[in-house]
T-cell receptor
Framework: GQNIDQPTEMTATEGAIVQINCTYQ??????LFWYQQHAGEAPTFLSY????GLEEKGRFSSFLSRSKGYSYLLLKELQMKDSASYLC??????????FGKGTRLHILP | DVKVTQSSRYLVKRTGEKVFLECVQD?????MFWYRQDPGLGLRLIYF???????EKGDIPEGYSVSREKKERFSLILESASTNQTSMYLC???????????FGPGTRLLVL
């Protein structure tokens, strides 16, 4: 089956930049989603990458390399409200979305 | 905006009870999903449905069943609740394949 791997936890400082990596198996891969999930709340959509390269949306950017089976989410000018879990999810030709276990991001003042 | 609602935010049930979790979406989405989310395990797919009266097993369907009689409503049924079904249950919908899923607020179920 397809595995989605991402770090369990990361810590960064307010105002800094953090990069959250995600790797996946390339077989049958179609695209990659990033979601943000605050504690006790539902995941909310951040980005969807299908093509190689960087896509920027304000303070958040997402990168994809299809050949390397690799993606990252880049958060700039970190704010305390960015403390959350970030879920990487792969879309595959089986029509399933496979979620990683999430990266819990802690922001320090 | 897409709205996905779930019947309860918090639910406490006893072992052996039959439990119904309901999910409604208001955007005419074809596809609907039920996940459970547990610490350290992430989101795991229980069942999904591509259309009315259609259902497909996900990764962990044991102990669960689903019903989709109307396009906007997808119900998850725990036929006989057990303590290992204590979890956060999340419903999601999407318009079609390769588009994002929209999640409901979740139901935190405690089975005693």
């Amino acid at each position: 089956g397809q595995n989605i791997d991402q770090p369990t936890e990361m810590t960064a400082t307010e105002g800094a930049i953090v990069q959250i990596n995600c790797t996946y198996q390339t077989s049958g891969f179609n695209g990659l989603f990033w979601y943000q999930q605050h504690a006790g709340e539902a995941p909310t959509f951040l980005s969807y990458n299908v093509l190689d390269g960087l896509e920027e949306k304000g303070r958040f950017s997402s990168f994809l390399s299809r050949s390397k089976g690799y993606s990252y989410l880049l958060l700039k000018e970190l704010q305390m409200k960015d403390s959350a879990s970030y879920l990487c999810a792969g879309a595959f030709s089986t029509d399933k979305i496979i979620f990683g276990k999430g990266t819990r991001l802690h922001i320090l003042p | 905006d897409v709205k996905v609602t779930q019947s309860s935010r918090y639910l406490v049930k006893r072992t052996g009870e039959k439990v119904f979790l309901e999910c409604v979406q208001d955007m005419d989405h074809e596809n609907m999903f039920w996940y459970r989310q547990d610490p350290g395990l992430g989101l795991r797919l229980i069942y999904f449905s591509y259309d009315v009266k259609m259902k497909e097993k996900g990764d962990i369907p044991e102990g669960y069943s689903v019903s989709r009689e109307k396009k906007e409503r997808f119900s998850l049924i725990l036929e006989s609740a057990s303590t290992n079904q204590t979890s956060m249950y999340l419903c999601a919908s999407r318009y079609r394949v390769q588009e994002t899923q929209y999640f409901g607020p979740g139901t935190r179920l405690l089975v005693l």
